[in-house]
């Protein structure tokens, strides 16, 4: 089933966020049809767009929602290989991507050196 678990996140998601009367301090969505598409049928099928296209919207609209002293993190629990599998030990099956957002900056970094106010990468 590619549907039922992420409908019943979205079905309770925002509801949550924009409840007056919830005072959530962590609120986890573990969204399962990325997965099921990639098992079922492949990385690259049609329906894997359909749902990234989801994930993106939902992500979208969470951000908008968000509460100005919130921070959101948006990871992956592995990766997946083209034709869908993962557990192994590959790059592909290993490697997730991270996504962290605030609406409220959490720290500034400046250089000495660049006080014509360009940016600094002080990590290069």
């Known amino acids: 089933d590619l549907n039922t678990v992420d409908n019943g996140i979205l079905k309770h998601l925002f509801f949550e966020m924009t409840n007056n009367e919830s005072s959530w301090s962590l609120l986890v969505a573990h969204f399962l049809g990325v997965d099921h598409v ?7 099928h049609p329906l894997m767009k359909e749902k990234i296209d989801l994930m993106d919207s939902t992500i979208m609209e969470v951000v908008n929602l968000l509460p100005e002293d919130a921070i959101l993190f948006v990871f992956g629990d592995h990766g997946m290989t083209d034709d869908g599998e993962h557990g192994g ?19 500034h970094v400046t250089c ?13």
């Open 112 to 124: 000495p050196d660049h006080s014509d106010g360009s940016p600094s990468f002080p990590f290069q």
């Open 38 to 44: 990639g098992h079922s049928y492949h990385a690259h």
């Open 89 to 107: 030990a590959s790059p592909a099956e290993t490697d997730s991507g991270l996504f962290i957002y605030s609406p409220t900056p959490l720290f």
